[in-house]
């Protein structure tokens, strides 16, 4: 029986023993695993290419990259450091602006009432010197911006129009030149020339011819002969004054001045027995309102008569007279 239980304690001693070893030689295979697996990756990382270009740069870029975050990052920390100084100065200022104010209003207390009346007026009266120098610096800035062209507008009464049954005296305004008519003087020529001529038209019934020149003028007429119970009459059909050059007569400019050719024949024409007729041009038009201002302002009643260019100045029995302003 005692035999037994020493057998048993000797096998015990022995499996123990095994089992240490088996334990340790486990250890030995792992730290030999785990060297190799180091030895293999020390390996590998000698045995690999080194970085590639592409590589090089990306990482040059990424440092760059970082440098810039960090400069930035440097700069929002400056900006902010300036924001807080300037919060801090205008939290000064505010707490200066508030002691004044403070200061003022316990010294406006503190006086009476004629003192603060005082007070309150020459205050009102600094503002508005204050205001008043504004106004007139903006007054004197407005004065040296140049103004606008002032457009000024003559009016003249508009009388009615009425038809001409006075003397009048004619006038040609063409090419902005202004140019008496020898009107009257060429039909007097031409009632004498009818007197000469009232013979030959026994044989011919009608005749064109001209007179002149006269006062730079031609006529062109044109005289039939009509037959009645008693007897034949001559009538002058047409007549058209010609200019013999298209320069005649003087500027608008020259003919209102003191002494024109205009105004010499003015002073031969009385405004309450002459009208004044301008045969007129459309390229006169401008000319011919300074013309009828002077003209109204001299007393005289003016009768337009606009003309198209290349038509002459003509009259005939079945024309119209000149109605006058």
Known sequence: MARSTEDHEANFGGDSFLDVITNFVGILIILVMVVGGQAKQAIDALSAPPDSAELA??????IAAEQDVHRMEAQVGAVEAELAARQAQRNQLNTLITAIEHDLAERRASLDQQS???YD???DLALAKNELAQLENERQQAEQTAAPATIKVESYPTPISKTVDSKEAHFQLIGGRL???PFDALVDKLQGAM???SRKFDEQPELTD????IGGFRMRYSIERFDTPRGSILRVTQIEFLPVSGQLGETIEMA???ESTLRE???MMSPRQYTITVWTYPDSFAEFRRLKKELYQLGYAVAARPLPMGMPIGASPNGSKSSAE
């Open 210 to 213: 001209t007179l002149g020149p």
């Open 116 to 118: 603060r009346n005082r």
């Open 179 to 181: 140019t008496f008519v």
């Open 195 to 197: 007197r000469e001529y």
């Open 57 to 62: 740069a990306a990482r040059a870029e990424a």
């Open 121 to 123: 007026f020459e205050r």
């Open 265 to 267: 024949k003015l002073k």
């Open 256 to 258: 209102l001045a003191p």
